[in-house]
């Protein structure tokens, strides 16, 4: 018997997820190309029907991707519609784009709310001047510092893009949630199912909108063809552009079958809403554990891990401060709090992600920019609270040697106040004015592996100051009670700083 090895084009993704799925109902002397012939955009939606939503054979969606491009959305947006393992991404940088003259996204929920939305505006406007003077007084001090240093074989114009992007990585501290995000997904039909069900049921109406968006363009519209509109359309005859439109389109290029029956969810939604009323139960401190830096914790009691995971999530107490409360408390309310928590699951949610307990946990308290970078990590569970500006601020050395500390600082105090205005009448609007400097906690879980490919990548000197920090900590964590391991890491110490290895 001969082996078959070939690459596939020109199939729409619907009908060649059909083909493939085939596989596990076709006699053996079937081969995809037979099935790939005979495919329709009827077929195919047949067979999804029948098998994908009346039996629940939900893996045959896995075999139909479909990269999207997502343009102009929030970073709370992007955060939200990122915030899954299974997708491969790019998105615009805040390291190299610089953002001074960009169009700001204004949430839906102020817009006709002129006090709140000129408070906003007038708010962006201050971050974004003081974000572009930085860029201008950072690229001054570090031309002074490293002038000298500039490598003999480096050119001209890569040593100029080399400065604004180290500029860049001290102003963007201060680019507001606001700033337009743009980036391209690609996902199989039961990732993006789950992506737009996540979309459609936030609270925030931009959220909201993205879902639907997303829901159309990926059911109705005909997908974007370079190959069409490389083609002078206008020269030919009504007649002709039809049937090239059918060849390049079909009737839909998306998943017009999959995931059109995505919606709004009340779960887990619901359950984080009534745990909240527990946190009165246990023994917490008043004051939230803001201090910048990682914790490593293993070994952790399943259920008590899974119960402090939770109220991680909806509080802005550390996991710490979490789990010593929560193991002190009596049994029968962890037990009740399981039972709560899983209740009112149908059946066909998922199992929310507090579930992953079990492997090395991460505690880490980071500013938003640096997380962005970390996020990316997709083998990595993330557990993310509600940005608010509860810990502070973090600040980037250079802004006090170029001698802006305490007009930044008085900035981000002001941007507190804004956001409290905001938040009081319009809850969870408020992180749109929240710069990349907020800090904020994130539970990370992750396997050994899965460890030191991070601390290696994120150590690196051409990575960004901040998470080069907390992936060394995390590698410093992990090396102190595994020895032995850890010395094979090959990680980095932050303070070996290569300025022009980007």
Not at 181 to 208: P, V, Y
Not at 312 to 325: D, E, F, G, W
Not at 381 to 387: A, E, L, P, R, Y
């Amino acid at each position: 018997m001969k082996r078959n090895i070939f690459a596939v084009l020109g199939v729409l993704p619907e009908p060649a997820g059909f083909a493939a799925a085939k596989f596990s109902r076709t006699p053996v002397y079937k081969s995809y190309q037979d099935w790939v012939m005979e495919l329709t955009e009827e077929g195919a939606e047949k067979f999804y029907n029948s098998f994908y939503f009346q039996y629940g054979h939900a893996s045959i969606a896995d075999l139909s991707h479909l990269m999207v491009i997502i343009e102009r959305v929030s970073v709370p947006a992007r955060f939200t519609l990122l915030d899954d393992q299974l997708i491969d991404i790019q998105s615009r940088s805040t390291r190299y784009v610089d953002y001074s003259k960009c169009e700001l996204i204004t949430p839906p929920e102020i817009k006709k709310d002129k006090e709140i939305l000129k408070t906003y505006r007038q708010m962006c406007r201050e971050l974004i001047e003081l974000y572009s003077r930085i860029i201008e007084k950072v690229s001054e001090y570090y031309t002074k510092q490293y002038r000298s240093q500039k490598p003999a074989d480096m050119d001209e114009e890569t040593y100029t893009r080399t400065l604004s992007a180290r500029s860049i990585d001290v102003a963007r501290y201060l680019l507001p949630g606001g700033i337009p995000k743009s980036f391209g997904i690609i996902g199989s039909a039961r990732t993006w199912e789950r992506i737009i069900t996540r979309m459609l049921s936030s609270d925030l109406l931009e959220f909201q909108q993205i879902g639907k968006e997303l829901q159309k363009a990926i059911c109705k519209n005909q997908a974007f063809n370079p190959a069409i509109t490389k083609i002078d359309l206008l020269k030919l005859n009504p007649q002709t552009k039809e049937d090239i439109k059918k060849i390049a389109f079909g009737k839909n290029v998306g998943l017009p079958t999959l995931v059109k029956y995505a919606e709004s969810k009340d779960y887990p939604k619901n359950i984080y809403k009534s745990l909240k009323k527990y946190l009165r139960k246990f023994d917490l401190p008043e004051k939230m554990d803001g201090e910048f830096g990682v914790k490593l914790f293993e070994k952790v009691d399943p259920q008590i891990d899974l119960v402090t995971t939770l109220f991680y999530r909806i509080s802005n107490y550390s996991y710490t401060q979490l789990l010593k409360a929560i193991k002190k408390a009596d049994k029968k309310l962890i037990k009740e709090i399981i039972d709560l928590t899983y209740k009112s699951r149908g059946d066909h949610d998922p199992v929310f992600r507090e579930a992953a307990v079990g492997a090395l946990t991460f505690d880490v308290c980071i500013d938003i920019g640096a997380y962005r970078d970390l996020s990316r990590h997709r083998n990595v569970i993330h557990i993310m609270k509600d940005t608010a500006p509860v810990y502070g601020f973090a600040m980037p050395d250079e802004i006090k040697k170029v001698g802006l500390d305490k007009e930044y600082q008085e900035l981000m105090k002001k941007v507190t106040t804004v956001y409290n205005k905001i938040e009081k009448k319009y809850p969870g609007v408020g992180q749109y004015i929240l710069p990349q400097a907020t800090k904020r906690r994130i539970l990370m879980r992750m396997t050994p592996w899965e460890l030191q490919y991070l601390t290696e990548l994120r150590t690196k000197p051409q990575g960004h100051f901040s998470y080069r920090q907390i992936a060394f900590e995390m590698y410093q964590a992990f090396a102190k009670k595994y020895p032995d391991w850890g010395k094979h890491f090959r990680v980095t110490d932050p303070k070996i700083v290569d300025f022009f290895k980007r």
